[in-house]
């Protein structure tokens, strides 16, 4: 039966390159758009994920990361205080303006902390001394900068609010959902840079847990004694991000009308191109009956050729998709593709061919035996 069914589907040649085509085109979109989806929500999350903070406290209705509101720094001496905690400093994040040696100025987002190595922020350093950042008007730099600013070197100066500062270390990795880069510099250095703004302020708490102590437990102390700001969780506070982005931009929407178009093209493709080929062999359907095949038989060889366009789709479509990767890091965009994603995918690209079968099937299923015996 497979012999027949792969007969029948590469008898024209053509039409088996426009069935496999619509496979690939689908799982292509799918994967594309689905991975810079992540490699977004990554961006959105990075800086949470990736700092060693257990409790993150913030201002009331904080709604993600970038979008932070101020409170007094003081606030960190209750936290300090409560049961459970083993450390808990005050991180600054605000938008600033950058000027750059072209004399255009561009926005930037500082990451402001007394002691960075602690928090694991940043957490890919390519270049220079963390610790240094306490002893002068200095910061680190993020490399996809470069996109925004173009290229810079360490020992190079570059004006923060109207205030020169050496670059005196790079990091990677470090991303924001808005693609604006990230510069990272002492706490005081940042409160002192917008004084009218961030004197007296922070942006958030950091805590970490002691060894034992239960978080939730942690969490609700620390909210008792800062009733009038938000207390997080880590994961909490990673998914109130993400939350935000797909939600307030329409990004999961935009997402799903694209996979379901995608989808719907793949569908009629290989639905025509099937159904096609199923007229074309009428009669070979009639003989598999005419010597006492039933309608399960001709579903499974219908089935099987959906399956087989759906295999050499899928792998025509993951390759076409990795091969964009590094076309997308150019642009500076990140397209990822998860292992389980992968798999969900490939069940999804056969169900797709096997809904896309039964359309096929309905004509067939009905035939007369006798039909191979007529001229």
């Known amino acids: 039966m497979v012999d027949l069914a792969l007969k029948m589907l590469l008898h024209d040649k053509l039409k088996f390159f426009i069935t496999v085509a619509g496979v690939a085109f689908a799982v292509t979109l799918v994967l594309v758009q689905v991975g810079l989806f992540l490699g977004l929500l990554d961006n959105a999350t990075v800086t949470i994920e990736n700092t060693h903070a257990d409790i993150w406290v913030t201002s009331k209705e904080t709604p ?32 600033l303006t950058i000027s750059l040696p072209s004399g255009a100025q561009e ?6 902390l007394d002691n960075f190595r602690d928090w694991n922020l940043p ?39 109207q205030t020169r500062l050496k670059i005196i270390g ?23 840079l917008s004084a009218e703004n961030l004197h007296g302020q922070t942006s958030y708490i950091l805590v970490r847990i002691a060894p034992g102590a239960n978080a939730k437990t942690v969490k609700a102390e620390i909210q008792k004694r800062l009733p009038y700001n938000d207390v997080f969780l880590r994961d909490e506070w990673a998914r109130r991000s993400r939350n935000y982005w797909i939600v307030s931009t329409g990004l999961g929407l935009n997402l799903f009308v694209t996979v379901f178009l995608g989808c719907m093209v793949g569908v009629v493709v290989v639905a025509q191109t099937l159904y096609s080929s199923t007229m074309e062999h009428i009669k070979e359907f009639g003989t598999v009956k ?5 309608n399960g038989d001709i579903y499974k060889l219908l089935a099987e050729q959906a399956t087989i366009s759906a295999g050499v789709g899928y792998v ?44 096929s099937f309905r004509k067939v299923a009905g035939i007369d035996p006798a039909l191979v015996f007529r001229a």
Not at 68 to 91: I, M
Not at 107 to 112: D, F, Q, R, S
Not at 132 to 143: A, E, I, S, T
């Open 64 to 95: 993600n990361i970038d979008f932070a509101h101020t409170f007094s720094d003081t606030f960190v001496q209750r936290v300090r205080s409560a049961p459970g905690v083993a450390r808990a400093d005050n991180l600054i994040v605000n938008f």
């Open 107 to 112: 926005g930037v987002i500082i990451y402001a």
């Open 123 to 161: 957490w890919n350093v390519k270049d220079g001394e963390l610790n240094d950042l306490k002893r002068g008007r200095y910061l680190f730099l993020d490399d996809s900068a470069v996109r925004r600013y173009g290229a810079f070197r360490v020992n190079e100066y570059r004006e923060i609010q």
């Open 170 to 192: 790079r990091t990677a990795d470090a991303k924001s959902f808005t693609t604006t880069p990230i510069a990272f510099m002492d706490f005081e250095r940042a409160q002192a």
């Open 290 to 294: 005419a010597i006492g095949g039933g």
């Open 316 to 359: 025509l479509g993951v390759g076409q998709a990795f091969a964009m990767q590094p076309l997308v890091e150019k642009i500076g965009l990140k397209l990822m593709v998860p292992d389980g994603f992968l798999v969900a995918v490939f069940f999804g690209a056969l169900v797709m061919c096997l809904g896309a079968a039964l359309i």
